[in-house]
């Protein structure tokens, strides 16, 4: 079956602008997470929905990211008044649900974004 | 955020030897987990421990969850061209599940 796609795969902008990412999810999969990975760093987490809420956002840098999920299927965050140190690839996970026993997490390609 | 400590950063090595590379956290978490990332891939499941002192096989992989819960070891037997990529670990563990990553471990192997 399907993987876990993400569009686009690359996106350059320019400081200031905003940028929409998408992520599509494993069919069936409830739980879905969004990273971001820095040049050279480990995926650091950013935010994680159950259903079409999001059950935790500590990990967004600050009020110029924004990720909705409002289906429950796809998911888009959202990156205002882009700056360059939000350049990195974000990757998007999914998994059957969350909770209680391992549930593996599936990672997408990722959006590779670049700030000028 | 948050990364795990995971050594060496980088290793250079011929085809046939054998690799060993570790991660240790400040925290505690219920699972350890070993991933491989390929360049313009997101990260694949390799390994995932579920219990202090566990060791656990996949195929040439084997990888041991600490006894402490804050720590844990890749092993890579007989390496091939293929094992080529960065190795990352990481923490899972609270409701959410969500992981913590380390820094990764770059591998290199010459045929």
């Known amino acids: 079956g399907a993987g876990v796609s993400q569009t686009p795969s690359n996106k350059v902008t320019e400081k200031g602008k905003y940028v929409e990412l998408r992520c599509d999810p494993i069919?069936?999969?409830?739980?879905l997470y969004w990273y971001r990975q820095s040049l050279g760093q480990g995926p650091e987490f950013l935010i994680y929905?159950?259903?079409?809420?999001?059950?935790?956002d500590s990990g967004l840098p600050n009020d110029r990211f924004f990720a909705v999920r409002p289906e429950g299927s796809v998911s888009t965050l959202k990156i205002q008044r882009t700056e360059r140190g939000d350049s990195a690839v974000y990757l998007c996970?999914?998994?059957?649900?969350?909770?209680?026993?391992?549930?593996?997490?599936?990672f997408g390609p990722g959006t590779r974004l670049t700030v000028l | 955020g948050q990364q795990l400590n995971q050594s060496p950063q980088s290793m250079f090595i011929q085809e046939g030897e054998d690799v060993s590379m570790n991660c240790t956290s400040s925290?505690?978490?219920?699972?350890w987990l070993w991933y491989k990332q390929d360049p313009g891939e997101g990260p694949v499941l390799l390994i995932a421990l579920y219990k202090a002192g566990e060791l656990t096989s996949n195929g040439r992989l084997t990888a041991q969850f600490g006894i402490t819960r804050k720590d844990s070891f890749l092993n890579i037997s007989a390496s091939i061209p293929s094992d080529v990529g960065i190795y990352f670990c990481?923490?899972?563990?609270?409701?959410?599940?969500?992981?913590?990553f380390g820094t990764g471990t770059l591998l290199a192997v010459q045929p």
């Open positions: 929905f159950q259903g079409t809420g999001a059950a935790d």
């Open positions: 069919s069936g999969h409830t739980a």
């Open positions: 996970a999914s998994s059957l649900r969350s909770g209680g026993a391992f549930n593996e997490q599936f």
């Open positions: 925290s505690i978490f219920n699972t």
């Open positions: 990481a923490g899972q563990g609270g409701a959410t599940n969500k992981l913590i």
